[in-house]
């Protein structure tokens, strides 16, 4: 999934499986669009979640396995635990980029924010609902960016007795 | 209760760390092992409680093949407590939770019953207000001493501690020695590794001196340090008397 540019599985998926000839609602371009955006971001945030496991130290696993808990307990309650407090701030990259490959999705049919910005501008020959179109971005990815940054601060605090600045 | 190693050995790739160790361990007895850096004692210690399986040999607890392959590790280990090198805390979890986890997860104890365990033995060894610190807000020696207690907490018939002091500053070792002289007290099995002589000295019924991935030498702490046989004993005593820790 991660080899090959997420344009093409949006045009692979979003034009191809509609072509097979199925019914209403099965043909929508921005069914199988988001279908193709959710396929190739679920491999790229696998492969995160898979280094975040892998960078919890063995001896975490060794300490719960020595108190008797299980595989699947040492999973649940120690390695995992860890692992998502760190894979938290990539994932927020993952989940702004995804935020915005969305307007990847408009070259195969549906009108999402660029292409209305883009129809809007044919409309007025004016480039504002571009601008108009990027502050509506950054009003979703700002906050999310500055959530993040705010519960790894709460959470470093928490568990530290002293920080470096 | 009574722990026996019969010919246990263990291999990582071509190194051979445990070579046929024999040994056994009988209730209440306090066990040292001494010996060189990567004469095995931790990895004696780890294949003692199933952390690394054995590739040749057996160990048995009150007669029971506990080593035998395919055997489910975990009522094993709920018998036998280990406290690591480096402490391995769980450092998102408050002390509290560090104690109580295995004992609601795998005995099945309430929450309160837990909190009551954890809460009686932070307060035996000094550490009650501590119990809802987080273990990088603690002291390497304090830390250490939860991790002790976090052992302690399933009532284990046999506690290996392992090398428990080597990664404290100087000025914290004796507080959790402190621990550890108390518990001899209690009863409990002990195997120690160590690089502490004269606590192996004071607190050990007896001292098994590792070498080559053998038991070299056995003896009461007085036969080991004062009158040892074995040449390698006698260099390994004098390696670390120039160090100045005996």
């Known amino acids: 999934m991660r080899g090959v540019p997420v344009i093409l599985w949006i045009y692979l998926i979003g034009f191809g499986v509609p072509g097979v000839g199925l019914e209403r609602p099965f043909n929508s371009p921005l069914l199988w669009g988001s279908i193709a955006l959710v396929m190739t971001y679920g491999a790229y945030i696998a492969e995160v979640f898979r280094a975040g496991i892998d960078s919890v130290h063995e001896s975490q696993r060794a300490a719960s396995r020595s108190l008797g808990l299980s595989n699947s307990q040492t999973m649940r309650f120690v390695i995992l635990p860890q692992a998502i407090r760190r894979v938290v701030p990539p994932l927020m990259n993952d989940l702004v980029s995804l935020q915005k490959d969305v307007a990847l999705v408009s070259l195969i049919g549906p009108i999402e924010i660029l292409r209305q910005a883009g129809i809007d501008k044919a409309k007025f020959a004016n480039f504002t609902p571009y601008v108009a179109a990027a502050i509506i971005f950054l009003m979703i990815t700002i906050p999310l960016t500055r959530t993040t940054d705010y519960l790894l601060a709460r959470e470093r605090k928490r568990t530290s007795a002293t920080r470096v600045r | ?246």
């Not at chain 2, 104690?99 to 307060?123: F, M």
């Not at chain 2, 428990?164 to 402190?178: N, Y």
């Not at chain 2, 019924?205 to 053998?214: E, H, N, P, T």
């Open chain 2, 1 to 246: 209760m009574k722990l026996e190693l019969r010919n246990v050995r263990k291999s990582f790739e071509e190194r051979v760390v445990l070579a046929g160790i024999n040994l056994e361990v009988n209730a209440g007895e306090v066990v040292s092992f001494i010996g060189s850096s990567g004469s095995g004692k931790t990895t004696l210690l780890r294949c003692v409680n199933l952390l690394e399986p054995i590739d040749d040999g057996a160990i048995f607890l009150d007669g029971d093949e506990i080593s035998s392959v395919g055997r489910d590790p975990n009522p094993v280990r709920r018998r036998i407590g280990i406290v690591f090198q480096s402490f391995n805390l769980f450092p998102h979890m408050s002390v509290r939770r560090n104690i109580t986890l295995a004992l609601t997860q795998v005995v099945e104890k309430s929450a309160d019953e837990a909190n009551e365990i954890a809460s009686s033995l932070l307060k035996r060894f000094g550490l009650d207000e501590k119990i809802d610190a987080y273990p990088d807000q603690l002291s390497g020696g304090q830390q250490q001493r939860v991790a002790i207690v976090r052992a302690l907490a399933m009532s284990p018939e046999v506690l290996l501690l392992d090398e428990i002091t080597s990664a404290l500053d100087p000025e914290l070792v004796g507080e959790v020695l402190d621990v550890v002289r108390e518990l001899k007290g209690s009863g409990i099995t002990m195997l120690i590794a160590t690089h502490e002589m004269n606590f192996a000295r004071e607190i050990s019924d007896r001292v098994c001196f590792l070498a080559s991935g053998l038991v070299a030498e056995q003896g009461s702490p007085t036969q080991i340090f004062s009158n040892p046989t074995d040449e390698r004993t006698k260099q390994f005593l004098r390696r670390v008397q120039a160090v100045g820790k005996t």
